[in-house]
């Protein structure tokens, strides 16, 4: 068994060829893995079953069981995220603009890859083919540390990129599958310095909190979406219905979920009892203040831990606030800083909303759902970030990179 | 006397209040701090004095009571300075450019604060002036944690800021001097992961490896400038010794200072003993391979130890290689992706040298000296970063912010 170090000295001695590969490397070598993974469908389901059964033998909730599961749906879909990331512009060696210094040298940034990535995850085997197609368009090399029930799923997967990288000329470590499976061997990864440059956990709470905790490298992560949508005074009701279901009812389980309603008390009589019967209607559950209770039967009364909850689920929080700056006071409080929407006819109070709230993405009558990297235009989606380093929101091929100066002079020398 | 935490928490309670700040109010408060260091030079000399009488009986180096000492000229020269960082462009409020969505609704990247920064540094006090003028004009508030030899001048330093943020409106805990002086107080400061965005150490690579080994919170930092040039094939006498002596010995304790010289084989007899010689006259001792000392009687013979090394000093290692190819693998070995010179005639030569280095700087027929935020249109610099995480390289005021999406709709939902 190769050591984890080994592992990361690979990555980072293929990191320096990946640096430097043209475009047309690059995505000959991803629609090498996407016929890979066509050509080999047999054999990863094979795998796939192997844990599936074991999984099955261990008790795992049906839940879990169809995240591992892959079947020629999934293989297909993957294979076709390849091709379209192959599709995506080259993030890599643009130089947006060259200055030239008063002495007469040029000098700009050039766009470079980070390096080597580390992705830690759970059970969704996709995000190993997804993860490996964005770091290597991205000119980075990646390290894939899957959750242990998917671990031959991965490693076959793995086997099957690195025969199209092989086939393509490319060095088969680019997309390296880490074997261990406790949280030892995460850890011991997490803290090689020296040759990760950014470590990306995406799962539940508990994972992120381990990596974020143990990471001697750099991190990009999210801990949870508690999106919020205030219902301004003057909110047209048929608006408001329609982003509060949209929001919460479209995908419950999406990070960029909503979770929380705020609603203008002088409005609240008009706009409560409609949009909560829209929200019944779905089959919502709804845990509101005591205003929001007395104006809907149906609803549960919200105790103090509702406030700040990511339901992930057909439940919402429904509060009565004041006005706009009690609005901005609760997001304040109880926001991650993930994405939070202000439905209101007022320009003045969208300018405010845009300007003081602090999240990823803030919105002006629309959806929580357009939080998203494919939405906002960044093709493809390898994570999102809440914290303000690096990137903030979700993290496209761009956020694969970096900037270096590159100065181009005829003997310059500093006065 | 405040608790570490508390400070933090005013320091992100100030945040929001910083983050939505126009540009006026700011810049008429780093004025307001420029006027204040003037008026109150004889106060900061007093307090400065006492920790030179301080450092003085501890038996401190005069180099580093020369760091320590502010005079004058000094406070006359941070004054300005604030006015200059006044004078820049306001980094935060700025969107690019607005797409549309193909539903209609726009959005785009608006340029915001980071929040909290925390500075770590050493002896030199003009750091605190400088920071807290950045930090403001970029929206942050700042926590400023020096050296503790350097305590009082940086207590007074901080009233007299917060004198200032006061007179113009906005509150003291912008900028909040850090008591506690034991690296347990840094511990804690480093580990408040819910109140600080950042953290920036300067100084000695002992401050900065403490700091970067014992943070939670995300860190920007550059341990050491080992620069290297490559003297190709062909490269001109005259401009080989220009560059050289410029990297050299305009100011060797800088950490863009060369450090290293590579010369091509074929060319070494031809450039070796003239740009050796220049070096001696500038009082540069050489370290040599054996072909460098072969050709000036001089040298010493380098050790291993030599490769690599970064002396901050009149003293330069040299090495003769055989090639770009031999070039590049020393730097990628012994670099520290600072800054990497190569001074050539030949086209493709100077474009593999961009594409292939990996440093935060790469230039061809320049000085290393110019990897500096003032020689890059920085305007001011905070820090350098030789880690690729959010910045690479010198760090001014666009590196204390970061981007949130905005999106201006009219009711749109996801489909």
Same mark, same amino acid.
């Given at each position: 068994?190769?050591?984890?170090?080994?592992?990361?000295?690979?990555?980072?001695?293929?990191?320096?060829?990946?640096?430097?590969?043209?475009?047309?490397?690059?995505?000959?070598?991803?629609?090498?893995?996407?016929?890979?993974?066509?050509?080999?469908?047999?054999?990863?389901?094979?795998?796939?079953?192997?844990?599936?059964?074991?999984?099955?033998?261990?008790?795992?909730?049906?839940?879990?069981?169809?995240?591992?599961?892959?079947?020629?749906?999934?293989?297909?879909?993957?294979?076709?995220?390849?091709?379209?990331?192959?599709?995506?512009?080259?993030?890599?060696?643009?130089?947006?603009?060259?200055?030239?210094?008063?002495?007469?040298?040029?000098?700009?940034?050039?766009?470079?890859?980070?390096?080597?990535?580390?992705?830690?995850?759970?059970?969704?085997?996709?995000?190993?083919?997804?993860?490996?197609?964005?770091?290597?368009?991205?000119?980075?090399?990646?390290?894939?540390?899957?959750?242990?029930?998917?671990?031959?799923?991965?490693?076959?997967?793995?086997?099957?990129?690195?025969?199209?990288?092989?086939?393509?000329?490319?060095?088969?470590?680019?997309?390296?599958?880490?074997?261990?499976?406790?949280?030892?061997?995460?850890?011991?990864?997490?803290?090689?310095?020296?040759?990760?440059?950014?470590?990306?956990?995406?799962?539940?709470?508990?994972?992120?909190?381990?990596?974020?905790?143990?990471?001697? !490298?750099?991190?990009?992560?999210?801990? *949870? %979406? $508690?999106?919020?949508?205030?219902?301004? =005074?003057?909110?047209? +009701?048929?608006? &408001?219905?329609?982003?509060?279901?949209?929001?919460?009812?479209?995908?419950?389980?999406?990070?960029?979920?909503?979770?929380?309603?705020?609603?203008?008390?002088?409005?609240?009589?008009?706009?409560?009892?409609? !949009?909560?019967?829209?929200?019944?209607? *779905? %089959? $919502?559950?709804?845990?509101?203040?005591? =205003?929001?209770?007395? +104006?809907?039967? &149906?609803?549960?009364?919200?105790?103090?831990?509702?406030?700040?909850?990511?339901?992930?689920?057909?439940?919402?929080?429904?509060?009565?606030?004041?006005?706009?700056?009690?609005?901005?006071?609760?997001?304040?409080?109880?926001?991650?800083?993930?994405?939070?929407?202000?439905?209101?006819?007022?320009?003045?109070?969208?300018?405010?909303?845009?300007?003081?709230?602090?999240?990823?993405?803030?919105?002006?009558?629309?959806?929580?759902?357009?939080?998203?990297?494919?939405?906002?235009?960044?093709?493809?989606?390898?994570?999102?970030?809440?914290?303000?380093?690096?990137?903030?929101?979700?993290?496209?091929?761009?956020?694969?990179?970096?900037?270096?100066?590159?100065?181009?002079?005829?003997?310059?020398?500093?006065?």
């Amino acid at each position: 068994v190769t050591s984890i170090l080994a592992l990361a000295q690979n990555a980072r001695r293929t990191a320096a060829e990946l640096r430097s590969l043209d475009r047309g490397r690059k995505d000959r070598a991803l629609h090498a893995i996407a016929r890979g993974l066509r050509d080999e469908a047999d054999l990863i389901r094979e795998h796939n079953a192997r844990d599936l059964e074991a999984s099955r033998a261990q008790g795992l909730s049906s839940a879990l069981l169809d995240r591992l599961r892959i079947d020629a749906k999934v293989i297909e879909e993957s294979a076709r995220g390849v091709e379209f990331i192959a599709s995506l512009p080259d993030p890599v060696g643009s130089i947006e603009s060259m200055q030239r210094h008063e002495n007469g040298m040029l000098f700009g940034k050039q766009r470079i890859p980070l390096g080597v990535i580390a992705m830690i995850y759970e059970s969704r085997p996709n995000v190993t083919v997804d993860a490996a197609a964005l770091c290597l368009k991205s000119g980075n090399s990646v390290l894939l540390r899957g959750g242990k029930e998917a671990l031959h799923t991965n490693q076959v997967l793995g086997q099957v990129v690195g025969r199209a990288l092989t086939a393509s000329g490319l060095s088969p470590s680019a997309v390296q599958i880490v074997p261990a499976t406790d949280r030892d061997g995460i850890r011991e990864l997490l803290g090689l310095t020296d040759y990760i440059d950014l470590a990306i956990p995406r799962g539940g709470e508990g994972l992120i909190r381990f990596v974020a905790e143990n990471a001697r !490298v750099p991190v990009i992560k999210h801990y *949870k %979406g $508690v999106c919020h949508m205030f219902l301004d =005074r003057g909110a047209p +009701l048929d608006r &408001a219905v329609a982003l509060t279901i949209n929001g919460k009812a479209q995908r419950p389980s999406a990070c960029n979920a909503l979770e929380c309603l705020l609603v203008h008390a002088e409005d609240a009589e008009r706009l409560i009892p409609p !949009v909560a019967a829209a929200l019944i209607e *779905k %089959g $919502v559950e709804i845990r509101g203040c005591p =205003r929001t209770t007395a +104006l809907v039967s &149906a609803a549960r009364a919200a105790s103090d831990e509702d406030w700040g909850r990511e339901y992930l689920d057909y439940v919402i929080a429904m509060r009565v606030v004041s006005g706009i700056d009690e609005a901005l006071a609760h997001v304040a409080r109880y926001g991650s800083n993930h994405t939070e929407v202000i439905c209101t006819p007022d320009q003045s109070h969208a300018q405010r909303w845009l300007r003081e709230v602090d999240a990823s993405c803030v919105l002006v009558n629309a959806s929580t759902r357009f939080n998203d990297g494919g939405q906002l235009g960044l093709g493809a989606e390898i994570g999102i970030s809440t914290s303000k380093l690096h990137a903030y929101g979700p993290m496209g091929l761009a956020s694969l990179t970096t900037e270096k100066w590159v100065v181009i002079g005829e003997g310059q020398v500093r006065a």
